[in-house]
């Protein structure tokens, strides 16, 4: 219910968090689970829904930026669905848009030569298959394995390599571990060598591939509360109290935070998407990024063995962060006072799942804010900082990625990404090493991998209107302009077209982009603008012409800037449907038009990369590896925006 202005969390929104039925909702709301439903209703009554059709995925399909710019609150918005069917009959992927409000299929179109990605009810039916296939259980019992009710398959995606059965057919690439009892780490116990391909259409296994004997390693390694002997005794209770409630209002699912507004998205893909997002100035909300999300991650691994060359798994294009999102919980998850948002996704059939607590909205204190002491009068000012944390986490397989973006007081952005869980491991006979990986455990190793993330930021800097600046840091040569030796300046490049705007992190640069708004000028008269200051980064390690290389070739550049191109929608860098495909898709695709990035409204998408040589301590389960960017006023405010923020009370600070 958006047509009020902004309350207490509680009070307007009702019990599962969404609005209200029959009420003019605002256009960027998610579907509710009744919309979810109706919209797969309507689509099953439709001739045009075949008999082995399956939901790949339902949400929202998002209203065009004119409807979402001019909506005032009250006035009813056509509420459409987004649906990607799949034909099991013959791999066929259809993307249908259903007028939940008309109650008809507005559009259905067939898109050739892609793959679906990978739907939740695959990943149980393709451990089902293989546990009961005699081929497989053959293969097991020669390794010694006969109770297959500890066997664990992970299902990997296919990639594309050339095998004839990724020509036109739905197939998963299964890996097994084997549990020494019911709770016990899998991850501890690969089946190595042994490689089952399983057909989704028809729900078979179509080939196991036995390439060797490689024995099962022989230690459990656990970490489950269960198997931990002793706990440390001297942690004391940390409670984190808000007697006053939260700083933030939440209306459906529109937040407001002192000066901070924007609203939350869900999408089976994304998970967590964030719209409209703005800082109130002077009475004024300004705009600064119209939609923000992860947009792709690809998790490319570095090891020849024949069981782990193909791991390289595209994880939001290949199988969704909404899909596999987490419910969060309280005192574990997420401190403090919380106020959740649920997502709703749906299964094969069209039956809706409701992730409870999918995404998690909490204040933090962080630490420092700005401080001066006037040593002269021994005047002390000191602020804290609170940031406003919206977060969400997904478990991949054996991974888990926690999204976190973080909104600061003096008007920053941060997006901290958390990887953990459990490494993907790989055996070897006793006494051998892997050039590839680094030993965990007697006989088990851990393949060196990397993590590549792309964060796609369609931005609004005080307007749609924005270019991109790149900024390098230059000495000046010693000699009349420069006598001293010492001085530097910042040298600003605009980025006029979208290959000049692909781009690398230079450190011994300081390199940094800057979104400017041309049109809008600050009191010093420059555009106003907002920087993206890269923080750990690194490249590909696969070679320009491996496999991965070609289909995740957004990988290769850390910037790219593109024209917001409404009808062509451009989401994801490595394309609509990354699952099975040769590659050339998304962003290198798009951009050889080499449109112009100049004064129009742009899309900026950040590429970061983790790299991952596994170290002891990352085993039996990992601990957190933050890495992110950060988006920084520069010139967008007239000065430090922070300035209004209260001292601490009387009795929080001693003095
Ligand atoms: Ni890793």
Not at 442 to 448: D, H, I, K, R
Not at 493 to 516: G, H, N, V
Not at 557 to 562: D, F, M, R, Y
Request: charged share 25%; hydrophobic share 35%; with cysteine.
């Amino acid at each position: 219910m958006a047509t009020k202005t902004a309350t207490k969390p509680s009070s307007k929104v009702s019990k599962n968090g969404t609005a209200p039925k029959k009420a003019a909702v605002h256009p960027l709301e998610p579907l509710t689970a009744a919309e979810i439903k109706d919209a797969v209703a309507i689509m099953r009554k439709s001739k045009k829904f075949g008999e082995r059709m399956r939901f790949a995925s339902v949400g929202l399909n998002e209203p065009t930026k004119k409807v979402v710019l001019s909506y005032k609150p009250g006035k009813a918005v056509d509420r459409e669905a987004f649906i990607i069917l799949l034909d099991n009959s013959d791999s066929g992927v259809y993307e249908a848009v259903v007028s939940i409000t008309k109650k008809k299929v507005s559009s259905f179109t067939h898109i050739p030569g892609v793959q679906a990605s990978v739907i939740l009810d695959e990943f149980f039916e393709c451990e089902a298959a293989l546990k009961a296939d005699p081929t497989f259980q053959e293969a097991l019992k020669k390794r010694g394995i006969t109770n297959f009710d500890l066997i664990t398959v992970d299902p990997w995606s296919a990639g594309n390599y050339g095998d004839y059965l990724e020509d036109g057919q739905r197939i998963l690439r299964a890996l097994t571990w084997v549990r020494a009892e019911e709770g016990d780490n899998n991850y501890a116990r690969p089946v190595d060598g042994l490689i089952a391909i399983y057909d989704q259409n028809n729900q078979k296994v179509v080939r196991i591939e036995d390439h060797k004997m490689v024995p099962i390693p022989p230690e459990s390694s656990n970490y489950s509360q269960k198997y931990i002997k002793e706990f440390r005794q001297d942690v004391k209770p940390l409670d984190i109290i808000q007697p006053e409630g939260p700083s933030f209002t939440v209306d459906g699912h529109e937040v407001k935070w002192q000066k901070w507004s924007f609203r939350i998205g869900f999408t089976h893909r994304e998970g967590l998407v964030l719209h409209t997002i703005g800082y109130e100035d002077d009475g004024k909300v300004r705009p600064i990024i119209y939609r923000l999300s992860l947009a792709e991650m690809t998790v490319p691994y570095g090891d020849t063995s024949i069981t782990q060359y193909r791991k390289n798994a595209f994880d939001l294009g290949e199988y969704g962060f909404g899909m596999l999102a987490n419910s969060l919980e309280l005192g574990c998850d997420c401190l403090g006072e919380i106020h959740y948002f649920d997502g709703n996704i749906c299964d094969a059939q069209g039956e809706v799942m409701t992730i409870k607590n999918a995404v998690c909205l909490h204040e933090e204190d962080s630490s420092l804010l700005w401080k001066h002491t006037d040593f002269r009068t021994e005047e002390v000012e000191v602020r804290r900082s609170r940031r406003l944390v919206v977060s969400n986490i997904a478990t991949v397989g054996n991974y888990e990625y926690g999204i976190y973006w973080n909104f600061y007081q003096d008007g920053s952005i941060e997006l901290d990404v958390k990887l953990t869980g459990i490494l993907s491991t790989a055996a070897l006979p006793a006494g051998e090493t892997s050039k590839h990986g680094t030993m965990i455990a007697p006989q088990l190793y851990a393949p060196n991998h990397q993590h590549f993330f792309c964060t796609r930021m369609d931005m609004a800097v005080d307007g749609q209107k924005n270019t991109v600046v790149e900024m390098n840091t230059v000495a000046d040569p010693m000699g009349p302009e420069n006598p001293y030796g010492n001085a530097f300046y910042g040298q600003a490049t605009e980025l006029k077209t979208e290959q000049e705007a692909q781009r690398l992190i230079d450190p011994f640069s300081a390199r940094y982009w800057k979104i400017t708004n041309p049109n809008s000028r600050n009191w010093m008269d420059q555009p106003v603008a907002y920087k993206l200051m890269p923080g750990e980064n690194v490249l590909p390690f696969a070679q320009p012409n491996s496999s991965i290389a070609k289909r995740g070739a957004y990988m290769f550049k850390h910037l790219w800037v593109t024209p917001y191109n409404e009808k062509r929608r451009e989401l994801f860098p490595a394309g609509d449907y990354p699952n099975q495909h040769a590659g050339g898709d998304g962003l290198p695709n798009w951009t050889a038009e080499d449109r112009s990035v100049e004064n129009t409204d742009v899309v900026v998408w950040y590429v970061m990369g983790h790299n991952h040589l596994p170290s002891l301590e990352d085993w039996p389960v990992m601990p957190v590896a933050s890495m992110g960017f950060k988006l920084r006023p520069s010139g967008f405010f007239p000065r430090n925006a922070a300035l209004d923020v209260p001292p601490q009370p009387s009795g929080h600070c001693h003095t």
